[in-house]
Structure formats: structure tokens, C-alpha cells
């Protein structure tokens, strides 16, 4: 599943992208925005591995924004006019694609950019050291002093910068780590993001309120872009209705 952000100033165009992203299986939309200004933020806040991004548009251009940004996400560019495509392919985007877009067309880019994505899953997973799986612990550093987690301890985790707090049935603990690096060795299956800064355990959730978790004597807060997987994931199968 790739995340993807919808950059165009034409609610049209972005309303047409978005219905193309909801019937392609691998794609996940997190949001659609008017203008690269407001990709910024965005890219700050989530995990975001594909944009759509249109190029004439007011405040910044896409051309500006890809000369900016520092290492974006991949970019399919998506505008009428054929005159940008020279200079968008020597920025290194996907694939460009000109308005009006048929479906076909954008089923192919789509699954460039996948394909493209999963090999940079698996020259990852290959490169970078991950946390064993087959133990049922970890460590991390606290200090000077080196404590073992357990996996099934964890009530939460919550990002605040460069830093996570682990909360377990056993205390709270601070280590020096980025929560999407520490999201990337737990499994989806015990765990799951539901806010720019928090990370559940699936099976320490005790009800879900509006847009609150209650586990144990904590509230989290689950934020709209992730509200439906968590509804999907933890309540979806699970729930028993008359």
C-alpha cells in the first residue's frame, strides 16, 4: 500500500484523481490539497510516498516545488500542458501525464511508481538493520541505560520529534528515535498508527469514541486521515451487529 497526496489547484482535477486512487487497490490517498505550500506541511506530519502533482498553479508552480524539496516522494505530474515534460523527467519524477487522463493511462503510472517502490522496500529491508521479529523483545537506550521491551507490554507510542515514549504496563520509557523508523519494525498486525504521533497496540484497545482510543486509562486521539483504517482493521471483523 502506498500513500499518495493529490497537488492541483482545479477541485475538479483533484476530485477526478481521488476517484481514480479509490478504485486502485495499492494506493491510499491522505489527502488532496490546493497548492504545493500546503505539501510542505503535509509532508512534515505522515508518511507520504506518491504525489499527483499539477504544475501551473498559483503561489509556487510544481516545476518550483520539485527544485526546492529536498528528496520528495515520487511524483507523477498531472497537467495539460505537454511543455514541462522535458524539465520534470531531468527532476526525476515517475511519469508525467496530460490532462484530460484516461484511467488506463493512470493504471500504468500507478503501477510504475509501485513497482518502483517496492524494489526500494526490499533494497531497504536488505540494507538496514531490523529489529528480530522471532523474539517476543527489544531493547533501547534510556540514558545510559539499556531496557528490554516487550512486544506484548506496549499500550502505545508516541512521537515528539526525534524522539518516542513507549508506554508499557510496566512504565514509560524515552529513547532517542524517530516513530516512523520504530513503526517500520513492529508488526502491522499487533500494531497500528492512528495519528501523526501515536502508534496502538491493536489488542490493548478497549473502545473507540469519535475520535478517541481509550486503552486502559488513556486517551488517543485518532486523527480523520486515519480514522477509516483503524475502523477497518480493528473493528471491521470483529464486530457483531444484529
Known amino acids: 500500500m502506498m500513500n499518495c497526496v493529490i497537488i492541483d489547484d ?39 510516498d506518491l504525489i499527483f502533482l499539477d504544475i501551473q498553479m498559483p503561489k509556487m508552480n510544481g516545476i518550483d516545488f520539485l527544485k526546492i524539496v529536498q528528496k520528495p516522494p515520487m511524483v507523477i505530474v498531472t497537467t495539460a500542458f505537454p511543455s514541462y515534460a522535458l524539465e520534470s523527467f531531468q527532476l526525476n519524477v515517475m ?9 488506463e493511462r493512470f493504471v500504468k503510472a500507478a503501477s510504475k511508481a509501485r513497482d518502483y517502490h517496492q524494489l526500494l522496500l526490499k533494497s531497504a529491508s536488505q540494507n ?34 526525534n524522539y518516542v515514549i513507549i508506554y508499557t ?48 486509562s488513556h486517551s488517543i486521539p485518532i486523527s480523520r486521515i486515519y480514522r477509516e483504517q483503524v475502523l477497518k482493521q480493528v473493528v471491521q471483523n470483529k464486530l457483531w451487529i444484529k
Not at 531490523?130 to 512521537?159: A, V
Request: proline letters at 4%; one cysteine or more.
Open 10 to 48: 482545479e477541485p475538479l482535477a483533484r476530485e477526478g484523481i481521488a476517484s481514480y486512487v479509490q478504485e486502485i487497490d495499492f494506493l491510499n490517498l491522505i489527502d488532496t490539497c490546493e497548492n504545493p505550500m500546503a505539501l510542505i506541511q503535509l509532508l512534515d506530519e505522515h508518511p507520504i
Open 95 to 103: 511519469d508525467y501525464l496530460l490532462k484530460p487522463i484516461t484511467f
Open 128 to 161: 538496514s538493520p531490523k529489529i528480530e521479529k522471532e523474539t517476543d523483545y527489544f531493547f533501547i537506550k534510556c540514558g545510559n541505560k539499556y531496557e528490554k521491551i516487550y512486544f506484548n507490554d506496549i499500550l502505545y507510542i508516541q512521537g515528539m520529534q
Open 169 to 216: 504496563l510496566k512504565g514509560k520509557y524515552m529513547t532517542l528515535l524517530y516513530l516512523k523508523n520504530l513503526e517500520q519494525n513492529l508488526d502491522s498486525r499487533s500494531f497500528i498508527r492512528v495519528h501523526k504521533s501515536y502508534i496502538v497496540a491493536i489488542d490493548k484497545i478497549d473502545a473507540i469514541e469519535g475520535n478517541e482510543i481509550s486503552l486502559q
